[in-house]
């Protein structure tokens, strides 16, 4: 897909204030307020300026379900990362290989390279390889529709980490569903769109909440990713309901441009709106291989709320210094690693896909931040996944 850096204002739209009472309807967002409609679908404290109270530093991750599911015995497992070159693939993806070498199960990583291309062929190696179970990491189903078609017809399961299936909505199509189970992110999680839409609602909370009501917002995206694309359209929601907030460019990159290329049009961007007071990131590889850089050499950081990505170590590396990043919304994705395992597990044994505990926390200098190194969640995920797999 072809990049783009535009500029326009955020109006209300229809259909955007209805998205964003869905997300409201489907929790982890505040209830409207009885007289939002008097705020043309902004609530109060958006109009007003953004409410501490509602940013989620309190978090929601929960621990694992505890029932017991003994893991199957004698499996092979090839997981495929979108590309290991990036630290948002490579660390679920590195998860995900300990979780199945912990269950011991034979195990390899195909790596397709930041390359959509590639990950046809390597399904297909995969189930030449022999394997019961295919994981699937930031990979779409309709981009490797044919090869999962083959998989289902000879039994092979397969599981996403951050990938959507071909019946989901945002592709707009009636095909049907060809993974074989999905992660349980839990209850609130049963629209698995509005609930990854949630984690850039929240996003856009906490940069309301740090302009006092007044952001300008450069925002990056790479919207060929599925779960980008929904993190960005909760983020883009809500910031509409915030009526002295306005988004003054959108910024569309690909993959293959992490590093000098993004970090020439975050540098392009921040030279072209001036006023700009916000920068949003989509992932952690994108602030560091580009839009950090640009932030700090632009000498605008003490100027400019960056809000970052998934916030592994070298991001927050980065809020601890102040060098380009001001907040992180952590979604633990090791944790996600293990909890796709879980998933496998339970296709293999024909159980109920057990309740993951996943969810997101809020991070910034003054709330959750660890004085050094990565963020450890307050669960003990991996001990509570090993005990209920009998290990």
Request: proline share 6%.
């Amino acid at each position: 897909m072809s990049s783009r850096l535009t500029s326009r204002p955020l109006r209300l739209a229809g259909a955007g204030l209805a998205a964003a009472l869905l997300l409201a309807g489907c929790g982890g967002s505040s209830d409207p307020e009885p007289d939002a409609q008097e705020t043309n679908g902004a609530s109060p404290a958006a109009s007003a300026g953004g409410d501490d109270s509602e940013l989620n530093y309190a978090g929601t991750l929960r621990q694992p379900d505890a029932t017991a599911r003994p893991i199957a015995k004698g499996k092979k497992v090839v997981i495929i990362s979108a590309g290991q070159a990036s630290i948002s693939s490579s660390v679920p993806v590195g998860a995900a290989e300990e979780a199945a070498k912990a269950a011991g199960w034979d195990v390899e990583v195909y790596d397709s390279q930041l390359n959509p291309a590639n990950s046809a062929g390597l399904v297909r190696q995969a189930l030449a390889s022999g394997a019961d179970g295919i994981i699937l990491q930031a990979i779409d189903c309709p981009g490797v529709k044919g090869p999962l078609q083959e998989a289902k017809a000879k039994g092979v399961f397969v599981v996403g980490i951050y990938s959507f299936d071909c019946n989901d909505p945002i592709f707009k199509g009636s095909d049907p569903a060809l993974f074989s189970g999905a992660i349980n992110y839990g209850p609130d999680a049963k629209d698995i769109g509005a609930f990854t839409k949630r984690y850039g609602a929240d996003q856009a909370k906490a940069v309301i909440a740090a302009t006092g009501g007044k952001a300008k917002v450069i925002f990056f995206n790479q919207t060929t990713v599925t779960v980008l694309n929904y993190t960005g359209q909760g983020f883009l929601e809500e910031m509409k309901k915030c009526s002295g907030c306005e988004v003054v460019a959108e910024v569309e990159f690909a993959g293959a441009e992490l590093g000098p290329n993004l970090q020439q049009k975050a540098t392009s961007a921040l030279l072209q709106n001036p006023d700009a007071n916000v920068v949003k990131s989509p992932y952690t590889s994108a602030t560091l291989l580009g839009i950090a850089p640009a932030v700090v050499q632009s000498g605008r950081a003490k100027d400019l709320y960056v809000m970052g990505g998934e916030g592994f170590a070298p991001e927050l590396d980065l809020l601890r210094a102040g060098q380009g990043v001001n907040a992180v919304n952590i979604a633990p994705s090791d944790w996600t690693g293990w909890a796709a395992v879980d998933t496998m597990n339970s296709l293999f044994t024909d159980k109920p896909i057990a309740d993951s505990g996943l969810g997101w926390q809020l991070v910034d200098k003054d709330h959750n931040l660890p004085p050094a190194g990565p963020f450890v969640p307050s669960v003990d995920f991996t001990g509570a996944y090993k005990k209920a797999w009998g290990l």
